[in-house]
Antibody, heavy 121, light 107 residues
Framework: QVHLVQSGAEVKKPGASVKVSCRTSGYTFTSYGISWVRQAPGQGLEWMGWISTPNGKTDYAQKFQGRVTMTTDTSTRTAYMELRSLRSDDTAMYYC??????????????WGQGTMVTVSS | EIVMTQSPATQSVSPGERAILSCRASQSVSSNLAWYQQKPGQAPRLLIYAASTRAPGIPARFSGSGSGTEFTLTISSLQSEDVARYYCQQYHNWPGTFGQGTRVEIK
């Protein structure tokens, strides 16, 4: 069974960075990519970016270019998302989701449970 | 970018009655359309892909239809556990775009 398990909630001050992890199991890690999607309180789903697990190729939404870095560790089957220069409007639930290994949109059939990131002074 | 528009914003349905949710794409996405269910406090869950194929484990009361730019998700007999927000997503163009969601509540 496919599982994506994310790290716990974070509280950060404005200007700080946060790094969220997504540990996977139940499938061949390098056969799929990982997308990160966030959801501000009471709002919809916003795609942040994607990483291809076999080669580390990334594609970031323009909104997050320069502030986000996505990486993977194939030895632990874990994906990471780091967001820098946090602002109050980055307060949101952050999800990882299994995606295609190449830049070809597919249904995202498995999701992590979410990591709440709160940015507050 | 393909814009996905869902309607209505909120649908109130009596238990056992039918709920019909709509999703419109700003350009044709063929049948590359998925529906997700997000219950309060939970992650999204894939319900339907390829416009009309139920994902594994999804009850038969959920059905999808449509192609091109107009799509529908039907819950044939609403149960209390179906209270959730439902999102459509096109995956015709990278990286795929979501609608803003329709909230389904019990009347």
């Amino acid at each position: 069974q496919v599982h994506l398990v994310q790290s716990g909630a974070e509280v950060k001050k404005p200007g700080a960075s946060v790094k969220v992890s997504c540990r996977t199991s139940g499938y061949t890690f390098t056969s799929y990519g990982i997308s990160w999607v966030r959801q501000a309180p009471g709002q919809g789903l916003e795609w942040m970016g994607w990483i291809s697990t076999p080669n580390g190729k990334t594609d970031y939404a323009q909104k997050f270019q320069g502030r986000v870095t996505m990486t993977t560790d194939t030895s632990t089957r874990t994906a990471y998302m780091e967001l820098r220069s946090l602002r109050s409007d980055d307060t949101a639930m952050y999800y990882c989701a299994r995606d295609a290994v190449i830049m070809a949109a597919i249904p995202r059939d498995s999701w992590g449970q979410g990591t709440m990131v709160t940015v507050s002074s | 970018e393909i814009v996905m528009t869902q309607s209505p914003a909120t649908q109130s349905v009596s238990p056992g009655e039918r709920a019909i949710l709509s999703c419109r794409a700003s350009q044709s996405v063929s049948s590359n359309l998925a529906w997700y269910q997000q219950k309060p406090g939970q992650a999204p869950r894939l319900l339907i892909y390829a416009a009309s194929t139920r994902a594994p484990g999804i009850p038969a009361r959920f059905s999808g239809s449509g192609s091109g730019t107009e799509f529908t998700l039907t819950i044939s007999s609403l149960q209390s556990e179906d209270v959730a927000r439902y999102y459509c997503q096109q995956y015709h163009n990278w990286p795929g775009t979501f609608g803003q969601g329709t909230r389904v509540e019990i009347k």
